[in-house]
């Protein structure tokens, strides 16, 4: 064989093998979709997937992700931003006004694509409602409680008021005696 046959032939199998190494690989998977964009879904399996990642949070961490999905969702979030968000607010404190985001995804409920986060989202409303009954419930008993212990400093202010006033009259009363009895005693020692 020629020298430019043996090249030809060399390069054609290292042209083929390329070409067959190049279409053995997979396709390139897609880039992961950005932070913010995990936030956006309202499909039912992110919404439990992400409820059982806040359960294994502490409470700081849940703090710390409710300001982070807050600022991501921007001043109007949309469905998913809420449904994300009133997850967090039910395990954390200070983690903005549960019953305006309840109110706010009211009105995107009916625009959900799944039945199934429909009627996720209708059992948190009633478990919220729940919720805020009792915390308010918790509300009225702490007022009643503070005013029943103001009353109480106040029943104590006045009953030592009271046995002040009383120990003072005794005293009177005491002084009183005392004197009768000196006045009484010194008339019954003269003689007319």
């Known amino acids: 064989m020629n020298p430019v046959g043996r090249h030809s032939l060399v390069l054609s199998f290292a042209l083929l093998s390329a070409c067959s190494w190049w279409k053995d ?21 992110e919404l439990l997937r ?25 001043a109007e979030p949309g469905a998913g931003e809420q449904l994300h968000i009133l997850q967090i607010q039910m395990l954390a404190d200070g983690c903005g006004d549960r019953q305006a985001t309840l109110a706010a995804l009211s009105a995107f409920r009916d625009g959900l694509a799944e039945p199934p986060v429909r009627s996720w989202l209708a059992f948190q409303e009633q478990v919220l409602s729940r919720w ?39 005293d009177k009363l005491d002084a009183l005696k005392s004197i009768e009895r000196d006045l009484g005693g010194s008339e019954g020692g003269r003689k007319p």
């Open 132 to 170: 805020q009954a009792k915390e308010e419930q918790v509300r009225s008993l702490e007022k009643q409680l503070q005013q029943t212990q103001q009353s109480v400093q106040k029943s104590r202010k006045t009953a030592k008021t009271r046995e002040s006033e009383l120990q003072d009259l005794k």
């Open 25 to 45: 690989r997979a396709p390139p998977s897609p880039p992961p979709p950005p932070p913010e964009a995990r936030y956006r879904s309202t499909e039912l399996d």
């Open 50 to 74: 992400y409820g059982e990642e806040l359960a294994a949070m502490t409470p700081e961490i849940r703090v710390t992700e409710c300001a982070r999905v807050r600022e991501l969702a921007g």
